[in-house]
Structure formats: structure tokens, C-alpha cells
Nanobody, 125 residues
Framework: QVQLVESGGGLVQAGGSLRLSCAGS????????MAWFRQAPGKEREFVAI????????YYADSVKGRFTISRDNAKNTVYLQMNSLKPEDTAVYYC??????????????????WGQGTQVTVSS
């Protein structure tokens, strides 16, 4: 069982930066593939970024590539999402997710076993 709690969201102007954190509980956190998803108002939840259980193989949605960076610190049971050059279209609730499958590129919601409650990111123009 893994519990996830996101933090770090807020209101920022376009071009600004935010760093999201996702703190996980449980001794098995380091064995999970971790990802960030987001859901904008009126839209379906979409994949943003993924990192494998070792902290390697980061992969990003095209919409955030070059602007967002995913990382993790297994000693702290935490995964991060550094978001730079933010745009109004990045406005959404951001969720972290943990998936038990390892060494796979998990980009669909159904592939994840645990979810956080989400943190709101609002980018003003």
C-alpha cells in the first residue's frame, strides 16, 4: 500500500516556474514507477511525465518536453516535477501516481495503482 500527497501548486505568471512534490508513504515506494498526470477543466486527465523506480528513463509528453523535469529521491520517498517556462495551457490539477509495473513505459491511467489527491496549478497570462 502506498499513499501519495502532492504539494507545491499555486498561482504563477506565464513564464514562471513551480516545483511540485509528491511524498509517498510505505517502505516499497522505491520499487514503484512514478508519474505525473494533469487534468484541466473540462478535459480528461492526461499523462505528463514518468520516471522509473531507479530514477532513470524519464519520459515526457510532447507538450511539456524541454520545460518540465521529473526526478525522485528514494531516500526521501519523494518524486518531483520541476516546471519552467509555464504557459496558461499548463493550468490544471496535477496528480502523482505510482505503478507497480517496472521497466515499462506506463502512460495510461489504468496502469497505475495509487494516486494522490492532486494539487492545483494556475498560470496567468
Amino acid at each position: 500500500q502506498v499513499q501519495l500527497v502532492e504539494s507545491g501548486g499555486g498561482l504563477v505568471q506565464a513564464g514562471g516556474s513551480l516545483r511540485l512534490s509528491c511524498a509517498g508513504s510505505g517502505r516499497t515506494f522505491s520499487t514503484y514507477t512514478m508519474a505525473w498526470f494533469r487534468q484541466a477543466p473540462g478535459k480528461e486527465r492526461e499523462f505528463v511525465a514518468i520516471i522509473d523506480w531507479t530514477g532513470g528513463s524519464p519520459y515526457y509528453a510532447d507538450s511539456v518536453k524541454g520545460r518540465f523535469t521529473i526526478s525522485r529521491d528514494n531516500a526521501k520517498n519523494t518524486v518531483y516535477l520541476q516546471m519552467n517556462s509555464l504557459k496558461p495551457e499548463d493550468t490544471a490539477v496535477y496528480y502523482c501516481a505510482a505503478g507497480a509495473k517496472r521497466n515499462h513505459l506506463l502512460i495510461y491511467e489504468y496502469e497505475y495503482d495509487y494516486w494522490g489527491q492532486g494539487t492545483q496549478v494556475t498560470v496567468s497570462s
